[in-house]
C-alpha cells in the first residue's frame, strides 16, 4: 500500500469519527441528554442501589407470591416460543428458497415475518391489551407474535444454509415433498433451529417482564406494583429471582447447545 | 470374522439410530418443551377473557389500525420530531456504549489482558445482561428522575453488557501470531492494540455496533411506553392507554415498522457483507 492510500484511508476514518460526534451532539441535543451530568448520576444511582436495594426477612414473606408470578412469566415466555416455533416451522419451510413451494407463498412467509418482528412487542401487547383484558393470554400472544417474526427468519436462514443437495439426492430417488422435507430438511436443521429457540426462551423472559408491566400479569406486573409502591426491598427481590432465572436458563441451554451442534 | 453387536427392533431391522447421544438430547428437549407448554396452558389466568369476543374485537382493531390510520393528538412535524427522538435515545446509548463497551472488551478479552480481571469483567457483564432493560432503566429512574436521562443510562448498561460479550469474542479471535510478532518487537500494549487487533476487527465492531442499534431503536419504543422515557413510544402508549384512539395507533406503529424495516435492511446488508464466511 502505498502513502497515498494510507493518507486516504486516515482522512476517511477521520471524517467517520467527525460524522459519529455530530450526529451524537444532535441526538443529545434532541433528548435534552447532557453527558456529564447522565455520567454524574451513575455514581448517585449505583450508591442508592447499595443503600436500599437490599433483602431483608420482611420481604422473603413476600417470596411465595412472587415465585408464582415468576412462574406464571417463565411459563408464558416457553409457550409462547414453543407455539410460535411450531408456527414457524410452516412459515420458515415456506419462505426458505430450497424448500419453497412457489413464489407466492415463499414471499407472504416473508412478509408476515417482517410485519410481526418489526412491529415492537410493547405495539402488540398494547393493541391486544384493548380486547383481551388483563391475563396472561395477553401477554402469552404478544410474545407470540414477535418470536414468529424473529424465529421465522431465523429458520429460513437455517434451512438456506444447510444447502440443497440433501434436498436434490431425495428429489432425485423420487421422493415425495413432505418426504423430503420430513426426512432430509428438517433432520438437518433441527440442532440449529432447537439452539434458536433456546436462545428466543431467554430473550422472551426479558421481554416478558417489559410486557407484564404494560398487561399487568406475571413478574412485571409484580415489580411494577411494589415499584410504585416505593418497597424496594421487594423490587430488589424481584430482580434477583429474575437474573437467577435468565442466568439458570442460559446456562441449560448452553449446555444442550454444547451436545447438539 | 468378530461379530458386531448391532441393535435391532422389533421387525429385526438395525436401528441406526441407538445410543446417538445428539439424538437423544434433541427429542428430550423437544418433548420436555411440549410438555412446559402443555402445562403452562393449564395454569395460565384466564380472567375475563371471553376469547370469541377477544379475537372478533381485535381484528376489527387491526383493520381499523391498518387501514384508517390517521393523526388527531398532534401533528405530523410533531411526529417526526418523535420519532426523532427515539432514535436519538437509541443513537446516544449506543456510541456512548459502544465506547464503554470497546475498553471494557479489552480487559476481558483471554488473549489481551489477565485472566481474573477478564474473568471478573465477563461475571459482571452476565449479570447486568440478565437484568431486562426495563428494570435498569426503572432503577436509574428513581435516582435520576424519570425522562431521557435514565432510559438513556438504562439503555446504556445493557448495551454495553451486550457489546462487551460481542467485542471480547471478536477480540480473542484476532490471529495469535500477529500479536505475538508485534510483543517480539517490543512495542507496548497499547500498540498491539491500536496496531493490530484495531483494524483486523474494526469491521466486526462496527457491525456489532450496528446491530445494537438496531435493537436499542426497539427498546427506546419499549422504554417510551413503559419507563415514560418520551418520543414515538410515549405517544404510542398514550394513543392506546389514554385517547383509546386506534387510528393514532395505526399511524405510529406504521411510523415505528418503516424505522424498523429501514435499519432491518440496512443490518442485513452489512451481515451479509462481513459476516459470510
Known amino acids: 500500500m502505498n502513502e497515498k492510500a494510507f493518507k486516504r484511508r486516515k482522512l476517511h476514518s477521520i471524517l467517520f469519527f467527525l460524522l459519529i460526534i455530530g450526529v451524537a451532539f444532535i441526538s443529545a441535543y434532541m433528548t435534552d441528554f447532557?453527558?456529564?451530568?447522565?455520567?454524574?448520576?451513575?455514581?448517585?444511582?449505583?450508591?442508592?442501589?447499595?443503600?436500599?436495594?437490599?433483602?431483608?426477612?420482611?420481604?422473603l414473606a413476600k417470596l411465595p407470591k412472587i415465585l408464582e408470578k415468576l412462574n406464571e412469566t417463565i411459563f408464558m415466555s416457553i409457550a409462547a416460543t414453543t407455539i410460535a416455533a411450531a408456527i414457524s416451522l410452516f412459515l420458515g419451510i415456506a419462505g426458505s428458497t430450497t424448500t419453497a413451494v412457489n413464489g407466492f407463498f415463499s414471499t407472504l412467509a416473508r412478509l408476515i415475518a417482517s410485519f410481526a418482528r418489526n412491529i415492537p412487542v410493547v405495539a402488540w401487547a398494547l393493541i391486544l391489551l384493548l380486547s383481551f383484558g388483563q391475563n396472561s393470554i395477553t401477554g402469552f400472544l404478544a410474545l407470540f407474535v414477535g418470536t414468529v417474526g424473529f424465529l421465522t427468519r431465523a429458520f429460513i436462514e437455517s434451512i438456506?444454509?444447510?444447502?440443497?443437495?440433501?434436498?436434490?439426492?431425495?428429489?432425485?430417488?423420487?421422493?415425495?415433498?413432505f418426504q423430503v422435507v420430513g426426512k432430509a430438511i428438517i433432520p438437518q436443521c433441527l440442532p440449529q433451529m432447537i439452539s434458536w429457540i433456546l436462545?428466543?426462551?431467554?430473550?422472551?423472559?426479558?421481554?416478558?417482564?417489559?410486557?407484564g408491566i404494560l398487561t399487568g400479569t406475571g413478574i412485571g406486573y409484580a415489580f411494577d406494583l411494589y415499584y410504585k409502591m416505593l418497597d424496594y426491598q421487594a423490587v430488589a427481590l424481584i430482580t434477583l429471582l429474575i437474573v437467577a432465572a435468565v442466568i439458570i436458563?442460559?446456562?441449560?441451554?448452553?449446555?444442550?447447545r454444547r451436545v447438539i451442534l | 470374522m468378530d461379530s458386531?453387536?448391532?441393535k435391532r427392533d422389533k421387525a429385526g431391522r438395525i436401528n441406526i439410530k441407538a445410543g446417538n447421544r445428539v439424538n437423544s438430547v434433541i427429542n428430550w428437549t423437544v418433548l420436555s418443551l411440549t410438555l412446559l407448554t402443555v402445562t403452562a396452558f393449564l395454569f395460565f389466568d384466564y380472567t375475563g377473557l371471553e376469547i370469541g369476543r377477544a379475537i372478533m374485537e381485535t381484528a376489527v382493531n387491526l383493520r381499523t389500525m391498518f387501514l384508517q390510520p390517521s393523526l388527531n393528538h398532534f401533528s405530523w412535524g410533531e411526529a417526526l420530531f418523535q420519532v426523532g427522538v427515539t432514535i436519538s435515545l437509541a443513537v446516544i446509548a449506543t456510541i456512548l456504549g459502544a465506547v464503554i463497551a470497546f475498553f471494557l472488551a479489552l480487559w476481558s478479552a483471554v488473549n489481551l489482558a489477565n485472566k481474573w480481571v477478564s474473568k471478573s469483567i465477563k461475571i459482571f457483564v452476565a449479570f447486568i445482561r440478565a437484568v431486562p432493560t426495563v428494570l435498569w432503566v426503572l432503577i436509574f429512574a428513581i435516582a435520576a428522575g424519570l425522562g431521557s436521562e435514565a432510559a438513556i443510562l438504562g439503555m446504556l448498561f445493557h448495551s454495553i453488557a451486550y457489546l462487551v460479550k460481542a467485542f471480547s469474542e471478536a477480540f480473542e479471535e484476532v490471529?495469535?501470531?500477529?500479536?505475538?510478532?508485534?510483543?517480539?518487537?517490543?512495542?507496548?500494549?497499547?500498540?498491539?492494540?491500536?496496531?493490530?487487533?484495531?483494524?483486523?476487527?474494526?469491521?466486526?465492531?462496527?457491525?456489532?455496533?450496528?446491530?445494537?442499534?438496531?435493537?436499542?431503536?426497539?427498546?427506546?419504543?419499549?422504554?417510551?411506553?413503559?419507563?415514560?422515557?418520551?418520543?414515538?413510544?410515549f405517544e404510542l402508549f398514550m394513543a392506546s392507554g389514554f385517547y383509546f384512539d386506534l387510528r393514532e395507533v395505526g399511524f405510529i406503529t406504521y411510523a415505528i415498522l418503516l424505522v424498523a424495516i429501514v435499519l432491518e435492511v440496512a443490518s442485513t446488508h452489512l451481515k451479509k457483507r462481513y459476516f459470510s464466511s
Request: proline share 2%; charged share 10%.
Open chain 1, 199 to 211: 436462545f428466543m426462551i431467554e430473550t422472551n423472559i426479558r421481554s416478558a417482564t417489559l410486557v
Open chain 2, 175 to 233: 490471529d495469535k501470531g500477529m500479536l505475538e510478532a508485534l510483543r517480539s518487537t517490543g512495542s507496548g500494549w497499547w500498540h498491539t492494540i491500536v496496531h493490530a487487533v484495531l483494524p483486523s476487527t474494526s469491521t466486526y465492531l462496527l457491525s456489532w455496533t450496528f446491530l445494537r442499534f438496531e435493537i436499542n431503536f426497539s427498546v427506546a419504543v419499549a422504554m417510551g411506553a413503559a419507563a415514560g422515557a418520551g418520543g414515538i413510544g
Open chain 2, 4 to 6: 458386531v453387536y448391532l
Open chain 1, 34 to 59: 447532557n453527558l456529564v451530568e447522565g455520567m454524574a448520576t451513575i455514581p448517585t444511582a449505583l450508591i442508592w442501589m447499595a443503600e436500599n436495594l437490599i433483602i431483608t426477612t420482611d420481604t
Open chain 1, 249 to 256: 436458563i442460559e446456562l441449560a441451554s448452553n449446555h444442550i
Open chain 1, 160 to 177: 438456506d444454509e444447510a444447502g440443497s443437495s440433501a434436498y436434490e439426492a431425495l428429489t432425485a430417488t423420487g421422493a415425495t415433498y
